[in-house]
């Protein structure tokens, strides 16, 4: 389908955008599966980040056939194994996160094409995974990140993960308006998590070494406006690397294009449109000639590592480069437009400025 592909002069042009997105649709499967690679595994998470790329590009078709995908595979309690082939599982574990996330692709997709047939397909799927992810948050807010083929629930949760599926819960409870099925219960355990991710960081477990710990508050909507700028700003010296980008890891001389283009992102919807459009310009050396994109540079050693061309990490530029041209509907979808507010609790112990618990604070 023809619509307008993003287009950031001195940087990428409309055309090479299409040419990623090509690029990410020649590695999906005849089953629908988008693996990190051809021969490697997908996962639920960043299948559905390469859905909402191709989404973008105008490569409708593909994109159907990744949500049929995880409509088909989808286990009746509404969960998608962490690591899936062709041919067969290779960790049976569930991440509750990756289960949430299909609640973003969908809501995305919907702004895009306005395809309420689709929107009544998946809303099912929807439900049932969300439902999964609600039952298992933990009692100070936060979600269990994982369960183990046997049924056993970790008791730990993860700040990015939470702060993620904040953004899924958003997603879900817009699309439960859409199609005129309130879950309010949604709408209690959303805010729940976004009051311990904001509030009560130190209740997760310790990763604070990824710059995912540090930024994704801020992508998934909890942390905004000039609270959000000044949570980037308290650990930006750490992660960020003048004129290459963003660190996986802190403690690492390793940059990488998907951090850094989900840290535009956060920019973007913080309104810091100069430094995320300077951060997306650095990591543009690692494109390749067929539109793919290497997942990281050591610098040190002037080395692409891993000598790998994930589509997850070409669909977080596209997402990039569609916000920054806002070029698509659905270019918002992470500045939180359009999504309805969070429920407010515990306005007592949190500063007004902390946490979108009403739509004015953004």
């Not at 359009?338 to 609790?345: A, E």
């Amino acid at each position: 389908m023809t619509r307008p592909l993003p287009h950031l002069p001195g940087t990428l042009t409309a055309d090479q955008i299409r040419i990623t997105g090509e690029h990410i649709a020649g590695q999906q499967l005849a089953s629908g599966l988008i693996p990190w690679f051809r021969g490697h595994h997908g996962d639920p998470w960043d299948h559905i980040e390469a859905a909402m790329a191709l989404t973008v590009c105008g490569l409708d078709d593909a994109a159907r056939l990744a949500f049929e995908w995880s409509a088909t595979h989808q286990s009746p309690d509404g969960s998608w194994p962490m690591e899936t082939t062709e041919s067969y599982i290779g960790d049976e574990r569930i991440d509750t996160n990756q289960c949430a996330y299909l609640a973003v692709g969908v809501w995305h997709s919907w702004l895009i094409t306005r395809d309420r047939a689709q929107v009544e397909i998946m809303w099912p799927v929807v439900r049932r995974a969300i439902e999964l992810v609600v039952a298992l948050q933990l009692p100070f807010g936060g979600i269990a990140w994982s369960r183990n083929k046997t049924g056993e629930v970790s008791q730990s949760a993860l700040l990015t993960g939470s702060s993620s599926t904040v953004m899924s819960l958003r997603c879900a409870m817009a699309l439960a308006e859409l199609v005129g099925d309130p879950q309010p219960d949604w709408e209690l355990s959303a805010a729940r998590l976004a009051h311990a991710v904001a509030l009560h960081p130190d209740a997760f477990l310790d990763k604070s070494r990824f710059s995912m710990d540090w930024y994704y508050p801020v992508l998934g909507g909890v942390v905004r406006g000039p609270a959000g700028r000044a949570h980037l700003n308290r650990r930006w010296g750490e992660f960020v690397v003048p004129g290459m980008g963003a660190r996986c890891v802190s403690d690492r001389p390793w940059v990488t294009v998907a951090e850094t283009c989900e840290l535009v992102l956060s920019l973007d919807a913080v309104g810091d449109h100069t430094r995320a459009r300077d951060l997306f310009d650095s990591v543009q050396h690692l494109r390749d000639v067929d539109g793919g994109f290497w997942t990281g540079y050591v610098w040190p050693d002037d080395a692409i590592w891993p000598e790998e061309r994930s589509t997850w990490t070409a669909a977080a530029v596209v997402l990039a480069a569609d916000a920054l041209a806002s070029s698509s509907l659905g270019s918002e979808l992470f500045r939180g437009d359009g999504l309805p507010s969070l429920i407010r609790i515990g306005a007592a112990d949190c500063d007004a400025q902390c946490i979108i618990l009403t739509g004015d604070l953004a």
